[in-house]
């Protein structure tokens, strides 16, 4: 298990790809930003 291991964190990170063990983005970020931007439209 090292950087190699594609199911591990460090595989991820060293080959560049992100899945269940490394997320791209957090679903409450996701679902913030797009409040935000949604709160943004409003006032515009």
Do not use: E, Y
């Not at 060293?14 to 899945?19: E, H, K, P, R």
Request: aromatic fraction near 4%; glycine fraction near 12%; hydrophobic fraction near 40%.
């Amino acid at each position: 298990m090292g950087r190699g291991d594609i199911k591990t964190k460090k595989g991820k990170i060293f080959a560049g790809s992100f899945g269940k063990t490394r997320p791209a983005k957090s679903t409450a970020a996701v679902k913030s930003a797009t409040a935000k931007k949604a709160a943004a439209a409003k006032k515009a």
